[in-house]
Protein backbone atom coordinates (compact mmCIF):
# COMPACT_ATOMS: atom_id res chain seq x y z
CA UNK A 1 0.00 0.00 0.00
CA UNK A 2 1.45 2.98 -0.54
CA UNK A 3 4.16 4.56 1.21
CA UNK A 4 5.46 2.86 4.66
CA UNK A 5 9.39 3.21 4.77
CA UNK A 6 8.20 2.17 1.30
CA UNK A 7 8.99 5.59 -1.46
CA UNK A 8 11.77 5.53 -3.30
CA UNK A 9 -0.15 4.50 -22.35
CA UNK A 10 -1.13 2.12 -25.09
CA UNK A 11 -4.62 2.28 -25.95
CA UNK A 12 -7.01 -0.31 -24.54
CA UNK A 13 -8.43 -3.09 -26.66
CA UNK A 14 -12.29 -3.20 -25.76
CA UNK A 15 -12.95 -4.30 -21.54
CA UNK A 16 -10.85 -7.48 -21.87
CA UNK A 17 -9.40 -8.88 -18.71
CA UNK A 18 -6.56 -11.32 -18.54
CA UNK A 19 -3.15 -12.85 -16.85
CA UNK A 20 -0.12 -11.26 -17.93
CA UNK A 21 0.45 -11.73 -21.65
CA UNK A 22 1.63 -8.90 -23.67
CA UNK A 23 1.31 -8.40 -27.62
CA UNK A 24 4.90 -6.44 -27.77
CA UNK A 25 7.52 -5.76 -25.53
CA UNK A 26 7.57 -9.52 -24.20
CA UNK A 27 10.49 -10.85 -21.79
CA UNK A 28 13.04 -13.44 -22.31
CA UNK A 29 11.18 -16.37 -20.79
CA UNK A 30 13.86 -16.98 -18.12
CA UNK A 31 12.67 -14.37 -16.49
CA UNK A 32 9.01 -14.44 -17.25
CA UNK A 33 9.41 -17.92 -16.02
CA UNK A 34 11.06 -16.27 -12.36
CA UNK A 35 7.27 -15.39 -11.79
CA UNK A 36 5.49 -18.76 -12.95
CA UNK A 37 4.87 -20.02 -9.62
CA UNK A 38 3.16 -16.93 -7.94
CA UNK A 39 -0.03 -16.96 -6.52
CA UNK A 40 -1.35 -14.06 -5.89
CA UNK A 41 -4.05 -12.89 -3.48
CA UNK A 42 -6.21 -15.06 -1.60
CA UNK A 43 -9.64 -14.02 -1.69
CA UNK A 44 -10.82 -16.57 0.72
CA UNK A 45 -7.89 -15.80 3.31
CA UNK A 46 -10.03 -14.27 6.02
CA UNK A 47 -12.51 -16.91 5.22
CA UNK A 48 -15.77 -15.00 3.69
CA UNK A 49 -14.41 -14.30 0.61
CA UNK A 50 -13.22 -10.82 -0.30
CA UNK A 51 -12.80 -10.91 -4.15
CA UNK A 52 -10.05 -8.79 -6.11
CA UNK A 53 -11.68 -5.16 -7.03
CA UNK A 54 -12.54 -5.08 -10.63
CA UNK A 55 -13.73 -1.58 -12.51
CA UNK A 56 -17.36 -1.70 -12.86
CA UNK A 57 -17.84 -0.45 -16.11
CA UNK A 58 -16.90 -2.40 -19.08
CA UNK A 59 -14.58 -1.18 -22.02
CA UNK A 60 -11.28 -0.50 -19.80
CA UNK A 61 -8.01 -3.25 -20.27
CA UNK A 62 -7.19 -4.86 -17.05
CA UNK A 63 -4.58 -7.12 -16.63
CA UNK A 64 -4.25 -9.30 -13.15
CA UNK A 65 -0.62 -9.88 -11.92
CA UNK A 66 -0.18 -12.03 -8.92
CA UNK A 67 2.73 -12.01 -7.08
CA UNK A 68 3.55 -13.66 -3.44
CA UNK A 69 0.68 -13.24 -1.24
CA UNK A 70 -0.89 -10.11 -3.37
CA UNK A 71 -2.39 -8.88 -6.59
CA UNK A 72 -2.13 -6.04 -8.77
CA UNK A 73 -4.94 -5.00 -11.47
CA UNK A 74 -3.13 -3.55 -14.27
CA UNK A 75 -4.59 -0.52 -16.35
CA UNK A 76 -2.44 -0.65 -19.18
CA UNK A 77 -3.77 2.64 -20.63
CA UNK A 78 -2.89 4.45 -17.91
CA UNK A 79 0.19 2.29 -16.84
CA UNK A 80 -1.20 2.32 -13.22
CA UNK A 81 -2.70 -0.31 -11.19
CA UNK A 82 -6.85 0.26 -11.28
CA UNK A 83 -6.62 -1.89 -7.73
CA UNK A 84 -4.17 -4.07 -5.24
CA UNK A 85 -5.23 -6.55 -2.78
CA UNK A 86 -2.72 -8.08 -0.29
CA UNK A 87 -3.14 -10.85 2.18
CA UNK A 88 -1.86 -9.78 5.83
CA UNK A 89 -1.27 -12.46 8.73
CA UNK A 90 -0.28 -10.38 11.52
CA UNK A 91 0.47 -13.58 13.90
CA UNK A 92 3.77 -14.98 10.66
CA UNK A 93 4.95 -11.51 9.97
CA UNK A 94 8.86 -11.69 9.54
CA UNK A 95 10.70 -9.15 11.05
CA UNK A 96 14.33 -7.41 9.68
CA UNK A 97 13.56 -8.53 6.62
CA UNK A 98 16.13 -6.81 4.41
CA UNK A 99 15.07 -3.96 2.20
CA UNK A 100 14.97 -5.67 -1.31
CA UNK A 101 15.12 -1.95 -3.01
CA UNK A 102 16.09 -3.17 -6.73
CA UNK A 103 12.91 -1.62 -8.55
CA UNK A 104 12.62 -3.66 -12.09
CA UNK A 105 9.82 -3.86 -14.74
CA UNK A 106 7.47 -7.15 -14.43
CA UNK A 107 8.17 -9.27 -17.08
CA UNK A 108 5.47 -10.46 -17.41
CA UNK A 109 3.82 -7.12 -19.48
CA UNK A 110 5.08 -4.61 -22.09
CA UNK A 111 7.91 -2.25 -20.32
CA UNK A 112 5.44 0.68 -22.24
CA UNK A 113 1.97 -1.01 -20.07
CA UNK A 114 4.50 0.03 -16.52
CA UNK A 115 5.72 3.96 -15.26
CA UNK A 116 9.12 3.01 -14.93
CA UNK A 117 12.25 4.56 -13.94
CA UNK A 118 11.87 7.42 -16.48
CA UNK A 119 8.75 9.08 -14.84
CA UNK A 120 10.95 9.43 -11.04
CA UNK A 121 14.55 10.49 -12.55
CA UNK A 122 15.85 13.48 -11.27
CA UNK A 123 12.93 14.97 -10.26
CA UNK A 124 10.66 15.60 -6.82
CA UNK A 125 8.81 12.11 -7.35
CA UNK A 126 8.95 8.90 -5.21
CA UNK A 127 8.16 5.88 -5.92
CA UNK A 128 5.17 5.04 -3.65
CA UNK A 129 4.19 1.24 -2.79
CA UNK A 130 0.67 0.78 -2.94
CA UNK A 131 0.97 -2.75 -1.50
CA UNK A 132 3.11 -1.85 1.63
CA UNK A 133 6.16 -3.33 1.46
CA UNK A 134 6.13 -5.00 5.21
CA UNK A 135 2.42 -6.07 4.59
CA UNK A 136 3.34 -9.69 2.63
CA UNK A 137 6.49 -10.42 4.21
CA UNK A 138 5.02 -13.18 6.31
CA UNK A 139 5.51 -17.42 6.37
CA UNK A 140 8.71 -19.53 5.88
CA UNK A 141 11.76 -16.67 5.74
CA UNK A 142 12.38 -17.65 2.12
CA UNK A 143 8.80 -16.63 1.48
CA UNK A 144 9.33 -13.52 3.38
CA UNK A 145 12.09 -12.67 0.79
CA UNK A 146 10.62 -13.25 -2.08
CA UNK A 147 7.55 -10.83 -0.91
CA UNK A 148 9.09 -8.11 -0.47
CA UNK A 149 10.88 -8.81 -3.73
CA UNK A 150 7.50 -8.52 -5.38
CA UNK A 151 6.85 -5.64 -3.88
CA UNK A 152 9.35 -3.72 -5.92
CA UNK A 153 8.00 -4.24 -9.10
CA UNK A 154 6.87 -0.71 -11.35
CA UNK A 155 3.47 -2.33 -11.27
CA UNK A 156 2.80 -1.96 -7.59
CA UNK A 157 4.40 1.56 -7.45
CA UNK A 158 2.30 5.15 -8.11
CA UNK A 159 4.21 8.57 -8.12
CA UNK A 160 3.90 10.65 -4.86
CA UNK A 161 5.76 13.86 -3.65
CA UNK A 162 8.75 13.29 -1.86
CA UNK A 163 7.45 15.33 1.00
CA UNK A 164 7.32 13.34 4.75
CA UNK A 165 4.76 14.58 6.94
CA UNK A 166 1.81 13.96 9.50
CA UNK A 167 -0.67 12.83 6.58
CA UNK A 168 1.67 10.44 5.17
CA UNK A 169 2.92 9.01 8.53
CA UNK A 170 -0.77 8.25 9.35
CA UNK A 171 -1.65 6.58 6.02
CA UNK A 172 1.53 4.29 6.70
CA UNK A 173 0.27 3.35 10.33
CA UNK A 174 -3.23 2.48 9.64
CA UNK A 175 -2.71 -1.22 8.90
CA UNK A 176 -0.34 -1.98 12.27
CA UNK A 177 -3.31 -0.17 14.18
CA UNK A 178 -5.92 -2.21 12.47
CA UNK A 179 -4.26 -5.46 12.80
CA UNK A 180 -4.29 -4.95 16.63
CA UNK A 181 -8.10 -4.87 16.24
CA UNK A 182 -7.94 -8.17 14.30
CA UNK A 183 -5.88 -8.99 17.24
CA UNK A 184 -8.95 -11.39 18.87
CA UNK A 185 -9.43 -13.13 15.65
CA UNK A 186 -5.92 -14.26 14.56
CA UNK A 187 -4.93 -11.02 13.28
CA UNK A 188 -5.49 -11.18 9.82
CA UNK A 189 -5.82 -8.67 7.41
CA UNK A 190 -6.65 -8.13 3.51
CA UNK A 191 -6.13 -4.85 2.61
CA UNK A 192 -7.43 -3.24 -0.84
CA UNK A 193 -5.52 0.05 -1.50
CA UNK A 194 -4.44 1.93 -5.23
CA UNK A 195 -4.77 5.19 -6.75
CA UNK A 196 -7.89 7.39 -7.69
CA UNK A 197 -7.33 7.67 -11.72
CA UNK A 198 -9.47 10.57 -12.80
CA UNK A 199 -8.95 11.40 -16.28
CA UNK A 200 -8.24 15.11 -15.04
CA UNK A 201 -4.79 13.71 -13.16
CA UNK A 202 -1.98 15.93 -14.54
CA UNK A 203 0.34 14.75 -17.36
CA UNK A 204 3.97 14.10 -17.18
CA UNK A 205 6.25 12.25 -18.70
CA UNK A 206 3.76 9.80 -20.17
CA UNK A 207 1.93 8.94 -17.38
CA UNK A 208 -0.90 10.92 -15.41
CA UNK A 209 -0.26 11.81 -12.04
CA UNK A 210 -3.04 10.20 -9.55
CA UNK A 211 -3.73 13.16 -6.95
CA UNK A 212 -5.34 11.25 -4.58
CA UNK A 213 -5.31 7.23 -3.23
CA UNK A 214 -7.39 4.85 -1.67
CA UNK A 215 -7.30 1.87 0.81
CA UNK A 216 -10.20 -0.31 2.29
CA UNK A 217 -8.80 -2.72 5.26
CA UNK A 218 -10.95 -5.72 6.17
CA UNK A 219 -10.90 -7.81 9.27
CA UNK A 220 -13.19 -10.48 10.68
CA UNK A 221 -15.46 -9.15 13.67
CA UNK A 222 -17.73 -11.43 15.82
CA UNK A 223 -17.87 -13.44 12.91
CA UNK A 224 -18.53 -10.92 9.95
CA UNK A 225 -16.76 -8.92 7.72
CA UNK A 226 -15.65 -5.28 8.74
CA UNK A 227 -14.06 -2.90 6.72
CA UNK A 228 -12.33 0.76 7.05
CA UNK A 229 -11.90 2.96 4.30
CA UNK A 230 -9.31 5.91 3.61
CA UNK A 231 -8.37 8.22 0.99
CA UNK A 232 -4.50 10.21 0.96
CA UNK A 233 -4.63 13.82 -0.36
CA UNK A 234 -1.63 14.74 -2.51
CA UNK A 235 -3.32 17.59 -4.15
CA UNK A 236 -2.53 21.13 -3.59
CA UNK A 237 -4.69 22.75 -0.89
CA UNK A 238 -4.90 26.59 -2.34
CA UNK A 239 -6.22 27.42 1.10
CA UNK A 240 -2.48 26.95 2.18
CA UNK A 241 -0.03 25.88 -0.80
CA UNK A 242 -1.17 28.63 -3.48
CA UNK A 243 2.08 30.21 -3.19
CA UNK A 244 3.77 25.73 -3.57
CA UNK A 245 1.19 25.34 -6.62
CA UNK A 246 1.40 28.15 -8.90
CA UNK A 247 5.29 28.44 -8.27
CA UNK A 248 5.68 24.57 -9.21
CA UNK A 249 3.62 25.03 -12.21
CA UNK A 250 6.22 25.34 -14.94
CA UNK A 251 6.82 23.64 -18.43
CA UNK A 252 9.14 19.93 -17.65
CA UNK A 253 8.44 19.66 -13.86
CA UNK A 254 6.41 17.45 -12.49
CA UNK A 255 2.79 18.48 -11.47
CA UNK A 256 2.82 20.68 -8.23
CA UNK A 257 1.71 18.63 -5.50
CA UNK A 258 0.73 19.22 -2.15
CA UNK A 259 1.39 18.25 1.60
CA UNK A 260 0.07 14.56 2.09
CA UNK A 261 -3.77 14.34 3.96
CA UNK A 262 -4.85 11.32 5.52
CA UNK A 263 -9.57 10.96 5.79
CA UNK A 264 -11.46 7.99 6.87
CA UNK A 265 -13.96 7.94 4.43
CA UNK A 266 -17.10 5.71 3.67
CA UNK A 267 -16.25 2.57 1.54
CA UNK A 268 -19.17 3.49 -0.50
CA UNK A 269 -17.25 6.72 -1.65
CA UNK A 270 -14.12 4.53 -2.46
CA UNK A 271 -16.39 2.66 -5.03
CA UNK A 272 -17.67 6.09 -6.72
CA UNK A 273 -14.43 7.53 -6.61
CA UNK A 274 -12.47 4.83 -8.29
CA UNK A 275 -15.58 2.93 -10.02
CA UNK A 276 -14.30 -0.16 -8.87
CA UNK A 277 -17.21 -2.72 -7.82
CA UNK A 278 -15.94 -3.55 -4.56
CA UNK A 279 -18.74 -6.35 -3.06
CA UNK A 280 -20.38 -6.55 0.07
CA UNK A 281 -17.54 -4.11 1.61
CA UNK A 282 -19.99 -0.70 1.69
CA UNK A 283 -22.38 -2.63 3.48
CA UNK A 284 -20.09 -4.27 6.10
CA UNK A 285 -18.52 -0.45 6.70
CA UNK A 286 -17.50 0.27 10.30
CA UNK A 287 -17.52 3.78 10.08
CA UNK A 288 -20.75 5.47 11.36
CA UNK A 289 -23.12 7.17 9.39
CA UNK A 290 -22.45 11.08 8.63
CA UNK A 291 -24.85 13.18 10.50
CA UNK A 292 -23.93 16.22 8.16
CA UNK A 293 -21.82 16.28 4.86
CA UNK A 294 -18.74 18.37 5.95
CA UNK A 295 -18.61 15.11 8.23
CA UNK A 296 -18.35 12.78 5.46
CA UNK A 297 -15.03 12.69 5.23
CA UNK A 298 -13.08 12.68 8.54
CA UNK A 299 -9.48 14.05 8.82
CA UNK A 300 -6.63 11.72 10.81
CA UNK A 301 -4.19 13.35 12.84
CA UNK A 302 -3.48 9.64 14.05
CA UNK A 303 -4.06 6.32 12.95
CA UNK A 304 -6.09 5.50 16.29
CA UNK A 305 -8.59 8.41 15.40
CA UNK A 306 -10.14 5.77 12.81
CA UNK A 307 -13.91 5.93 14.03
CA UNK A 308 -14.94 2.09 14.14
CA UNK A 309 -18.81 1.43 15.11
CA UNK A 310 -18.05 -1.62 17.20
Same mark, same amino acid.
Given at each position: ??????????????? /??????? $??? &??? !??????? +?????????????????????? =??? $???????????? *????????? +????????? #??????????????? %??? *? &???????? !???????? %?????????????? @?? =?? @?????? %?????????????????????? /??????????????????????????? %??????????????????????? $???? @??? &?????????????????????????????? @????? /???? &?? *? #??????????????????? +???? $??????? !??????????
Amino acid at each position: MIPSDDRDGPEGHGG /QEGHGGP $EGG &AAP !EGRVGAL +ADRTGYDEAFLGPVVPLPRLAA =AGV $ETVVLPYTHFSV *VLRPDRRLA +AATAVCVDG #ARLVEDVPRDDVWRY %DPR *V &AEDWQAGP !EVYRNNSL %DRGHLVRRLDPVWG @AV =AV @AHRADA %DTFHYTNAAPQADVFNQGKQVW /QGLENHLLDHAARHDRKLTVLTGPVLH %DADPPYRGVQVPLRFWKVAVFVH $EGRL @AAT &AYVLDQSPDLTRDADRALAGAVPGAPPPLG @AFRTY /QVPV &AD *V #AVLTGLDLGSLPGADLMPA +ARSP $EARWRRL !EAPDETVMDI
